[in-house]
């Protein structure tokens, strides 16, 4: 394996990552100020009203992370505003679902946690109260994903959709594996490099079955509603004919990403096959029913943390001042760390 420094983005030789992003919550009754969101993430501390009567921080954030466990409508850990004032009712729900005039795409809302050409493994910490988005760490050590020649980080926007949970106890019928214990992961696509904790309307194009170390991990292909591209992609065949060598090179990322910490490569089911909108649209659906049975007691949740403000037949809703209570005894912002030069180097792999 060779290994060459990969190019830095903006020349600097050194960086800082968020170590966390708390979610802020609702109530304050009144414009100014600002969230731990946006003291930590540098978004504007405007706030503005929130399409459930109450404010949010122009980052996004609002009522303890939506409807936990995953955050909700109103992103969680900063970013650009979502556009509550003119959504529909369907268009409030997490994920959002509505059919628009020209066919039936069907819109998701996504929490983006790792901006495209990034390193840093930012994710849901699903065994935290509320859900923060935190960067991974281990051994000790925050995680940070190789570069693998000639990508530069990670290649598309990558997050999650909110309100779904890939069950470690359910076995897939066409993977054969069980779930991650994780929301499902989303790949987007589009020209815009996103930022940390925004929440984004995106078309789904198609699901890629990814096996990751034994367990089920989907990754659906979407792309953002306001993209320029959006109107002329539509489904999985129109990201081959628009983005030629972009499924490609995804499927070898997910395959490869990591060898580089001496690990066996990825598998897939289906051969390595990226499935089709309406394939992709009922694993969602799934993982929406697997996360309606984890917030009402109906599957074992282990170590995830459930509670929520806002499903209020759940057993794990709180009020606004219990989730308020929890954001504030979360620990003060703080600098992070030096990135060692290690993250930036370029890994040549035999493929």
Known sequence: MLRLPAPRAGGRRKRTEPREAPACVRGSGRPGGGCGCCSRLGAAPAPERGGGGGWRCRCGAAAAAGSAPWPGAARSRGGGPTRPSTASTSDKEVPAKRSKTNGSEVV?????????????????????????????????????????????????????????????????????????????????????????????????????????????????????????????????????????????????????????????????????????????VEIIKSTHEYWKALLHKKADRGAIKCTNVLVHDSPFCCSEEDARLIVQSAPPPASGDSVSAEVDVWHFLNK
């Open 108 to 280: 998701f809302n996504m929490v983006v946690e790792v901006p495209r050409w990034s390193n840093a493994k930012m994710e849901i910490a699903t065994k935290e109260p509320l859900n923060p988005i935190k960067q991974d760490i281990k051994r000790g050590k925050l995680r940070y994903v190789a570069n693998i020649f000639p990508h530069k980080g990670y290649i598309w926007n990558y997050g999650a959709l909110p309100q779904t949970w890939e069950d470690p106890r359910h076995k897939d019928k066409d993977t054969g594996c069980c779930g991650d214990n994780d929301p499902i992961d989303v790949c987007e696509i589009g020209t815009k490099v996103h930022s940390p904790g925004e929440i984004i309307q995106v078309k789904v194009l198609g699901v890629l079955a990814l096996i990751d170390e034994g367990e089920t991990d989907w990754k659906i292909i979407a792309i953002s509603v306001d993209d320029p591209e959006a109107q002329k992609i539509h489904d999985i065949d129109d990201v081959k004919k628009y983005k030629p060598g972009y499924l490609e090179a995804t499927a070898e990322w997910f395959r490869l990403y990591k060898v580089p910490d001496d690990k066996p490569e990825n598998q897939f089911a289906f051969n390595g096959e990226f499935k089709d909108k309406d394939f992709a």
